[in-house]
């Protein structure tokens, strides 16, 4: 079993950056891709960004691109996601996820989930 827990989430302002953070215990994570998720009040939970096992593919939704960086440290259990020049748009609570890429990409049966932090940026 793979636990996963996020943090770094906070307060910051408009164009401000943040370094999320996502930790796994339990067991080794390097044969899974990474993902990093949001839910907005009132939304569904979306896809921000993936990762494969070995880091050679990523993906990112298109409000994020240039903007958002995911990354791994298989070393480390830990995936990253560093966001600069934060919108108020991009307030939400941010989840890790863990799983096969497509599962984590298509966002449905994903195996593994944080609890999520908290990323509130305002304007």
């Known amino acids: 079993q793979l636990q996963l827990v996020e943090s770094g989430g906070g307060l910051v302002q408009a164009g401000g950056s943040l370094r999320l953070s996502c930790a796994a215990s339990?067991?080794?994570?390097?044969?899974?891709?990474m993902g990093w998720f949001r839910q907005a009040p009132g939304k569904e939970r979306d896809l921000v960004t993936v990762?494969?096992?070995?880091?050679?593919?990523?993906d990112y939704r298109d409000s994020v691109k240039g903007r958002f960086t995911i990354s791994r440290d298989d070393i480390k259990n830990t995936v990253y996601l560093q966001m600069n020049s934060l919108k108020p748009d991009d307030t939400a609570v941010y989840y890790c996820?863990?799983?096969?890429?497509?599962?984590?990409?298509?966002?449905?049966?994903?195996?593994?989930w944080g609890q999520g932090t908290q990323v509130t940026v305002s304007s």
């Open positions: 996820a863990a799983d096969e890429y497509s599962a984590v990409i298509n966002g449905r049966g994903v195996k593994y």
């Open positions: 339990g067991r080794t994570f390097s044969p899974y891709a």
């Open positions: 990762i494969s096992w070995n880091g050679a593919t990523t």
